[in-house]
Antibody, heavy 121, light 108 residues
Framework: QVQLVESGGGVVQPGRSLRLSCEVSGFTFGSYGMHWVRQAPGKGLEWVAVTWYDGSDTYYADSVKGRFTISRDNPKNTLYLQMNSLRVEDTAVYYC??????????????WGQGTLVTVSS | SYVLTQPPSVSVAPGQTARISCGGNKFGSKTVHWLQQRPGQAPVLVVYDDSDRPSGIPERFSGSHSGNTATLTISRVEAGDEADYYCQVWDSSSDHLVFGGGTKLTVL
């Protein structure tokens, strides 16, 4: 069955870096675009970034553009999110989600369970 | 940036019908998708492409989209439907995925 497993979360000081991973199985990873979506404690869902199936194109939320980088290693079935210059407001559970194209790139029915990133001094 | 508007909360008695709205500017040209998120869990897609249901989602969940409003309708509401519901669209002018603020469904 389809599985997405995030890892790499933890506690980090403001200004430092962290890299999240999302390892997938159960589907042909290289045929799908992928999203990162986050959720601050007690808040709603916030889109972070998307990458095309082959990594040839990427888009970012304004709040993370220039600080975060989404990438993928298709042979390793793994999606990444490199987070630099972290801020307190980046504290959230980070989810990876599979993308599907239908008048735009939305998330389909495959999501990970999330990994918690806490930015605190 | 594009904004999707949802009511913060909707309450309904068991067995009744819940309707959750979602709206935005120039909304008619966009395709709407709906997610359910129970406390402490990852989101689950319940409606995609305005009105289609993924496999495994009960027929009680349905979606519609007319003009500047999309609606998620949950018929014969059950206690297990209590959750936060989010609408989602792709904004092609900015190439951003946009979520509504979420609606907390309370089953009385």
């Amino acid at each position: 069955q389809v599985q997405l497993v995030e890892s790499g979360g933890g506690v980090v000081q403001p200004g430092r870096s962290l890299r999240l991973s999302c390892e997938v199985s159960g589907f042909t990873f290289g045929s799908y675009g992928m999203h990162w979506v986050r959720q601050a404690p007690g808040k709603g869902l916030e889109w972070v970034a998307v990458t095309w199936y082959d990594g040839s194109d990427t888009y970012y939320a304004d709040s993370v553009k220039g600080r975060f980088t989404i990438s993928r290693d298709n042979p390793k079935n793994t999606l990444y999110l490199q987070m630099n210059s972290l801020r307190v407001e980046d504290t959230a559970v980070y989810y990876c989600a599979r993308a599907r194209y239908s008048n735009g790139w939305h998330t389909d029915d495959s999501w990970g369970q999330g990994t918690l990133v806490t930015v605190s001094s | 940036s594009y904004v999707l508007t949802q009511p913060p909360s909707v309450s309904v008695a068991p067995g009744q019908t819940a309707r959750i709205s979602c709206g935005g500017n120039k909304f008619g040209s966009k395709t709407v998708h709906w997610l359910q998120q129970r406390p402490g869990q990852a989101p689950v897609l319940v409606v995609y492409d305005d009105s289609d249901r993924p496999s495994g989602i009960p027929e009680r969940f349905s979606g519609s989209h007319s003009g500047n409003t999309a609606t998620l309708t949950i018929s014969r509401v059950e206690a297990g439907d209590e959750a936060d519901y989010y609408c989602q669209v792709w904004d092609s002018s900015s190439d951003h995925l946009v979520f509504g603020g979420g609606t907390k469904l309370t089953v009385l």
